[in-house]
């Protein structure tokens, strides 16, 4: 056969190959946006793939499910969407449309012919978005967790309180149960899990421990007449939920965590106390008591004082230098124990005496506290009208005491003979002193301010006390005053404190 014939039937074969080609394309892989028979998320697509796909991710988003604790705890209803659950619709509108145009001629036809039997279906690519999520259950966090109690000590009845485990809401797990509902179209509800927390101290542990020696110990004073009442009872919770409480070597303790909230639910009641620079009513007031007179007893015994403020006064019931102020959540006495062996708090009222002591298997410190008034500022004044009052009565809301700044000085001398000295200084602002008198009063009636030279000469010795503006003889003799609720007269530690004071213990 010559060459001629030869390249006749080649090319009769390749336009036979290149129409059946043609044949089998129109036959598996049809114009239009997807292969015939190709389902998404479980339904045929007979129309336009973006409405099909639009249409599921709304009814996955818009899924209500039911969640609660795994105690059992109801957290309510939400949508998956509410909930952060997405859809990324173009990706999978952009796999359905690729599918029977990737790949060579004969894996396209078989991705048809399996199309066109009803065996692919393009699921939707779904994600969860754990932010939204975190922050919806985050609103149960609070009333739901519930930190770890350690074993304490009563001390007063030597035995052991148990410890108990304490849960914290798993957010990772949270995550988890949330896709799980996510993938399974039957689901209605998402069990939240919790993580139990073990204690750090166990009932074994602390009967166990060596207490015999007193490291520090502090003494205040407080009153239970009249409004002084419930305030009073807040210094015996206060303390009652310090009692017992140890300290680890290097643990770190923190006054508001311990004590807790200071709430009605957590046991303590409406008393005065200051806000601002100024004598309210509120609930919890007498717990700075308890939180100075645990200062001092750290103080003394030697523990390390990592944070803790001074009050916005000088208080009636501990010298300057040793008090400290708190307020939950923000203001907080932290203490570090430094020691090589455990340290338990034992605090307790009787009668109008506040006591606490840190007691431990022994005594390596003795400590010096040294303070000294370094300077004064007089206080300023208030005057508010009270349309409730007539004549020349004035009502005192406030009395006014003078700033201090004040250098505080602690010597720790350890049983080898040496020495640490902290120094740091404390600044009381001046207390305002706040009348209220009737409309129209002529203010010239009220005694005069004190000057820097008054405040800085009352200061000055400790024989000499200052004088209150309530109580330096008025220009008028006529004017009465009264004290209003919670104004208490301050005392002469408050108003003129000794210029230099040491204390060793």
Known sequence: MGILPRVGILGVLAGVSAFAAHSAHARYLPAGETLPGLRVDGDAVNGPVRALVESHAEALRSRKV????????DLGEATLGELGVKVDQDEVISRATRLGHDGDFLARAEVAERAARGEIDVPLTKTVETAPFVQWIARYK??????PASARLDLEHRTVIPEKSGRYLDAFGAVAALERAMNDPSA?????????????????????????EVLGTFDTWFSRTGDQKRRGANIDVGASKLDGVVLMPGEISSFNAIVGDRSEENGFQRSWEIYKGEMVEGVGGGT?????TLHAAAFFGGLEVLERLPHSRPSAYIPMGLDSTVVYPIVDLKLRNPHSFPVVIHAKTDGLKLTIQLLGAGRPTKVTFAREVQGTKPWPRKVEEDPKLTGNLVRVKQHGIKGFRVKRTRTVTFEDGRKKVESNIDTYPPTTEIYAVPPGFDESKLPPLPTDEDTDASSSSSSKPAVAATDAAPVATDVTYVDAPGAHAPTTAQKAPEKSLTLTR
């Open 142 to 147: 609070e009333s739901l967790d519930a930190p």
């Open 66 to 73: 039911h969640l609660k604790s795994d105690k059992g705890d």
């Open 188 to 212: 209605k509800e998402i069990v939240v899990p919790f993580a139990a927390v073990p204690p750090r101290v166990t009932s074994d542990f602390v009967s166990k421990l060596d207490v015999h």
């Open 288 to 292: 700075c008591q308890v939180a100075s």
